[in-house]
């Protein structure tokens, strides 16, 4: 006989392709579509966006998994909201102290990362309901989904808009990512691209690119187990 005691095990393996990819952010939640489409113009704003929305889910999951158990269920939204709204607090004072320039860049759609349904929905379905190491995982799993997200969006559109690749990535982060700017010398780019107009079409074409992919992945990836659903939020 099975012992219902038993500690529940964490599929970490599950967890990982649920973030990255079966229940990315943009790419299958299609939350956070206003940051998503106003920071990509280029794929450095796209980077330092997701690196800062890392940060909060990985903090918000630990945060709200540690006090699971002090948060009455009756108030639990709002305990959530306060939480998530201290740590982009945080993140947002960090960012100008240390990464100005970017922060200048991002301007307010940093303070708005309290807004994205993705991270309360993370805190309400998984962290408010899990142990502290697979709330903290699933929140570092998300992130870097979002994160590739908002990095292949802007490379697409820089490449197209200006020709360009991480351009002023050294000004904006450091000059330890001075290395990954690029300039393609032979095409100077179209306007388009960089405006939201442009930044609709590509999305339309990587989200049409991520169904294709799914439907050939469907026969290798038959019986695999989904870890989690999509937050029942849809703001944007």
Same mark, same amino acid.
């Given at each position: ?10 599929d970490y393996k599950a967890i990982t392709l649920d973030g990255l990819w079966d ?15 106003? /920071? ?14 890392? /940060? /909060?889910? /990985? ?17 639990? #939204? ?25 922060? +200048? ?7 708005? #990362? ?14 408010? +309901? ?8 699933? %929140?570092?799993?998300? %992130? ?35 290395? #990954? ?7 100077? %780019? ?19 690119? +991520?169904?294709?992919?799914d439907q050939k992945l469907k026969p290798w990836r038959k019986g695999q187990p +989904? ?10």
């Amino acid at each position: 006989m099975a012992d219902d005691t038993a500690p529940e095990r964490t599929d970490y393996k599950a967890i990982t392709l649920d973030g990255l990819w079966d229940n990315n952010v943009i790419f299958s939640q299609l939350l956070a579509l206003c940051p998503l489409l106003a /920071v990509t113009s280029t794929a450095t704003n796209g980077l330092g966006m997701g690196l800062a929305t890392t /940060v /909060v889910l /990985v903090a918000s999951g630990l945060s709200i998994s540690l006090l699971r158990s002090l948060i009455p269920p009756d108030v639990r #939204i709002p305990a959530f909201v306060l939480v998530i709204a201290t740590l982009v607090t945080l993140v947002d004072m960090a960012m100008n102290a240390w990464v100005h320039e970017l922060h +200048k860049v991002l301007g307010l759609f940093i303070p708005l #990362i309290v807004t994205n349904c993705a991270i309360l929905g993370r805190a309400e379905i998984f962290a408010s +309901k899990k142990s502290v190491a697979p709330s903290t995982y699933d %929140g570092l799993m998300m %992130g870097m989904g979002f994160t590739a997200a908002l990095v292949v969006l802007g490379a697409i559109r820089e490449v197209l808009g200006s020709g360009t690749l991480f351009a002023g990535a050294s000004l904006l982060l450091g000059n330890a990512f001075k290395s #990954i700017e690029m300039n393609i010398a032979v095409y100077d %780019g179209m306007l388009l691209f960089a405006l939201p107009p442009g930044g609709f079409v590509v999305l339309g074409f990587v989200l049409a690119g +991520k169904r294709v992919l799914d439907q050939k992945l469907k026969p290798w990836r038959k019986g695999q187990p +989904k870890q989690t659903d999509a937050p029942a939020c849809h703001t944007v």
